[in-house]
């Protein structure tokens, strides 16, 4: 590819900051057309960076659709918004690349990939912890079966605080909001079909109890190849963003540790003080996010095939139905019921 890919970014919040600066730093990546409602923010991020990026409202797309130098769109506005964007920019021939989910209903997810596949352009769906590289390392040896057949996967999975309560009430609650990127590792790690489901959960928060969600949630599934995965996922830990995975084997561990914000050790007579872990999902992630946008780059190139396929989607969103279905009946459900 000699020309950089023009890219419409839609939304600038914490995801379509972290891309932004991706696409600024990649030497095959620009951005065309930023979009968002707050326009003055926009035309300032702009003017502050010194780019020549164009700026547009929701309402006013035209001018970006019809812009033959974009051939992508990067999707971070929030859901109820992708599916007319995603279908949109399918039909004006833009590669698409959507923070997930791709739309909040198992129908409407699967009529974009048809469109896509109609249109023989990408529709890629960033769950992003396929992209991490500690994490993709487990996966490859998993694949290797150095350390015999896998047995257990479990992962740790906290936020630093809890969103504000009006995120709360357009998130869709905390398992199609944030359990949803664990289930989803369980599934590419385990290679498998889940044949069971349990859910167990509680909001300690009284506000969020009042939104009918929960802060602190426990996965158990029974992969069907035997694999069992213990997912725990909270919004609140008081001292970081804590994010962590352990895989067992028939004769070893495999295990992936929070990385320290700084390489420092003090150490005294008494005690050894390590830096803090990071605070955000931006900041520890932000590899991932990188190799997210490279793939989809390869992808565009030709040079590689999509690593999150429209069935991963759709299993991944059929196994937070179920994880729904086991708090709804308050016990064990079964994947395909």
């Known amino acids: 590819m000699s020309h950089r890919v023009g890219f419409a970014l839609f939304g600038l919040g914490n995801m379509g900051l972290a891309h932004m600066k991706n696409i600024m730093l990649s030497p095959r990546a620009t951005v065309n057309w930023i979009i968002r409602n707050k326009l003055e923010d926009a035309e300032k991020f702009v003017k502050d960076y010194n780019l020549s990026a164009k700026c547009t409202t929701p309402d006013k797309l035209e001018a970006v659709y019809n812009d033959p130098n974009v051939k992508a769109v990067l999707i971070c506005s929030p ?129 969020i109890g009042k939104c009918n969600d929960m802060d602190q949630v426990i996965v158990t599934i029974k992969y069907k190849n035997g694999v069992i995965a213990c997912l725990e996922n909270g919004r609140v830990s008081g001292y970081g963003y804590d994010q962590r995975l352990e895989a067992l084997f028939d004769s070893g561990m495999l295990k992936v540790e929070n990385p320290n914000t700084s390489l420092l050790t003090t150490c005294t007579g008494n005690t050894t003080l390590t830096g803090p872990i990071h605070p955000h999902f931006t900041t520890r992630y932000t590899q991932a996010y990188n190799n997210e946008l490279e793939h989809f780059l390869d992808i565009m190139e030709g040079k590689s095939e999509m690593r999150v396929t429209k069935e991963d989607t759709i299993k991944v969103m059929k196994l937070v139905k179920a994880c729904l279905k086991s708090v709804q009946t308050h016990g064990p459900v079964g994947f395909d019921d």
């Open 79 to 207: 859901t109820t918004t992708h599916e007319a964007i995603i279908k949109d920019s399918l039909n004006a021939n833009k590669a698409v690349f959507c923070e997930k989910p791709i739309t909040d209903n198992i129908k409407t997810t699967e009529d974009c990939y048809n469109v896509a596949a109609s249109k023989n352009k990408p529709l890629f769906n960033a769950l992003h912890r396929r992209f991490d590289p500690d994490f993709y390392q487990v996966y490859s040896q998993i694949q290797e079966k150095k350390l015999g057949n896998l047995r257990l996967i479990k992962t740790t999975s906290r936020d630093l605080e809890a969103p504000p309560i009006s995120y709360i009430k357009t998130s869709a609650g905390i398992l199609n909001d944030s359990t949803i990127h664990d289930l989803d590792l369980s599934l590419w790690l385990s290679g498998s079909i889940p044949e069971t489901v349990y859910v167990q959960g509680n909001a300690f928060d009284p506000e």
